[in-house]
């Protein structure tokens, strides 16, 4: 199929005339790299990761899209400071919430009415909204999209694997070893239903003294590049642990909005980013290069 690219999908002819699948595919045509972000637990900073990704890669120029699909515990609008309900266009797509001109976010918690209300969902229509996530949501052209999982290989990282088959997942982890082993299961889980790694991300890999800038290592350092290694897939780098990422979080405001932040996660956060465009480059070139490339 012709790509969608620059073309809008409400007078796309496979939104009236095709399938569900030609209509998912048509929106997919219009994402150039697509990013699964993945552990192998809870507790690992993976949800911080997704957002931070997302958020760097839109402040270099990149066209991003952030899919919450944590659909039993979505974090990301609150990380982001973003509310209200997603609206529905007059076509019947849904409108991602628009955090910057660079930025669309989409969650299930920004479809519920009460946001502490359980989702208690079975496979199936799991499935089926994760792929609503895409084919009837209006993201537009873009370069990347990073799709936010649940911990563990459950329904929601087997559902995305299978409707996107050309992602490539980002495995966060911490230097911990109970943590090494469950990602080790998520890295299997990867080759096991053909999924492409792009890469590990170490999280918590310790912390700088805000006095003196010390580095305090609170777990062992080097797991995650040790594993990355053995199990022969790219180490994309460490993040440190940086208490104003959680209040950052907490507030809805991320750190990387202040501009007179030079801490090292920062630091280290635009690193993962352009680790993360060199990882896409060998299979072409990103969307801000191209459009450097035409001015």
Request: charged content about 25%; glycine content about 8%.
């Amino acid at each position: 199929m012709a790509s969608c690219e620059g073309k809008s999908c409400s007078t796309c002819e496979h939104r009236s005339k095709g399938t569900k699948d030609e209509l998912l595919e048509c929106k997919l045509s219009r994402i150039k790299h697509k990013i699964i972000v993945m552990s192998g637990k809870g507790g690992v900073g993976k949800s911080s990761v997704a957002v931070y990704i997302a958020l760097a890669l839109a402040k270099k120029g990149h066209r991003v899209g952030l899919m919450d699909i944590d659909l039993h515990g979505p974090s990301i609008p609150k990380m982001l400071g973003l509310h209200g309900l997603l609206r529905i266009s007059k076509d019947q797509e849904i409108l991602p919430h628009e955090y910057s001109p660079n930025l669309k976010v989409v969650s299930i918690e920004s479809m519920l009415e009460d946001t502490d209300s359980a989702v208690i969902w079975r496979g199936p229509l799991k499935h089926g909204v994760i792929q609503q996530f895409i084919s009837d949501c209006t993201w537009d052209d873009l370069d990347f999209l990073v799709v936010d999982c649940p911990p563990g290989t459950g329904d929601e990282p087997l559902s995305i694997a299978r409707i996107i088959p050309d992602a490539k997942a980002v495995i966060v982890t911490t230097p911990q070893e109970v943590a090494l082993a469950d990602v080790r299961k998520s890295i299997n889980f990867c080759k096991k239903v053909k999924l492409d790694i792009a890469g590990l991300v170490e999280n918590m890999a310790g912390l700088y003294c805000p006095h003196c800038n010390e580095f305090i290592p609170i777990f062992r350092t080097g797991g995650g590049e040790k594993t990355a290694e053995r199990m022969q897939i790219d180490f994309l780098g460490s993040l440190p642990f940086d208490p104003a990422v959680v209040v950052g979080g907490d507030q809805g405001r991320p750190i990387l909005e202040d501009a007179e932040s030079d801490s090292p996660f920062r630091k280290a956060v635009e690193a993962l980013a352009d680790a993360v465009v060199a990882r896409f480059e060998r299979n072409g070139a990103t969307g801000a290069e191209e459009s450097r490339a035409v001015h």
